[in-house]
T-cell receptor, first 117, second 109 residues
Framework: GAVVSQHPSWVICKSGTSVKIECRSL??????MFWYRQFPKQSLMLMAT?????????EQGVEKDKFLINHASLTLSTLTVTSAHPEDSSFYIC?????????????FGPGTRLTVL | DAKTTQPPSMDCAEGRAANLPCNHS???????VYWYRQIHSQGPQYIIH???NNETNEMASLIITEDRKSSTLILPHATLRDTAVYYC??????????FGGGTRVLVKP
């Protein structure tokens, strides 16, 4: 149980285009989902926290107009990287948390590797 | 400020126990100790967590000192597939997790 999926697993896009990444909790309802970014040889950096039905809370330094997060249902959150540039190339990882599913630990998706040309 | 301190890397022998230390001297009474690991190019995987008591599951054991200022994650019989970066995180239940540098564990045959 407690499986989180992401789609796509990798994407290559041209500079200036927008890319949408989906995060789904497959066998539980996620009241809270998190989006992280990871650059090569670095640790995970939290970008934002989203609760179902409300606006996401962004970490300091993360542009909310560039990284649009939607958490429309208890099983789906999306991250849209708008007007992507090469510096946005990174490994994007989501996680989901639901009380009652093994406690308050988070379950992570497999990640989406974004390459912006 | 980082809440935890871990050695940047360690090697261990396949089949032997791997003991991963973590210092968290400023831990608060309501904060848990969480352990996750990340195998290369994958999302992190939850391992175990605890508050005060030692915990054990099918993956590992977590030993927390009585003063809660440090803990040790024990992988009882390390395999090559346990090669990963292991993150020790201290946080109150329900709060967001902040990942530090972790310990890069290399299991050698």
């Amino acid at each position: 149980g407690a499986v989180v999926s992401q789609h796509p697993s990798w994407v290559i896009c041209k500079s200036g285009t927008s890319v949408k990444i989906e995060c789904r909790s497959l066998d539980f309802q996620a009241t809270t989902m998190f989006w992280y970014r990871q650059f090569p040889k670095q640790s995970l950096m939290l970008m934002a926290t989203s609760n179902e039905g409300s606006k996401a809370t962004y970490e300091q330094g993360v542009e909310k107009d560039k990284f649009l997060i939607n958490h429309a249902s208890l099983t789906l959150s999306t991250l849209t990287v708008t007007s992507a540039h090469p510096e946005d190339s990174s490994f994007y990882i989501c996680s989901a948390r639901a009380a009652g599913v093994g406690g308050n630990e988070q379950f992570f998706g497999p990640g989406t590797r974004l390459t912006v040309l | 400020d980082a809440k935890t301190t871990q050695p940047p890397s360690m090697d261990c022998a396949e089949g032997r126990a791997a003991n991963l230390p973590c210092n968290h001297s400023t831990i608060s009474g309501n904060e848990y100790v969480y352990w996750y690991r990340q195998i290369h190019s994958q999302g992190p995987q939850y391992i175990i967590h605890g508050l005060k008591n030692n915990e054990t599951n099918e993956m590992a054991s977590l030993i927390i000192t009585e003063d809660r200022k440090s803990s040790t994650l024990i992988l009882p019989h390390a395999t090559l597939r346990d090669t990963a970066v292991y993150y020790c995180i201290v946080e109150a239940a329900g709060n967001k997790l902040t990942f530090g540098g972790g310990t890069r564990v290399l299991v050698k045959p």
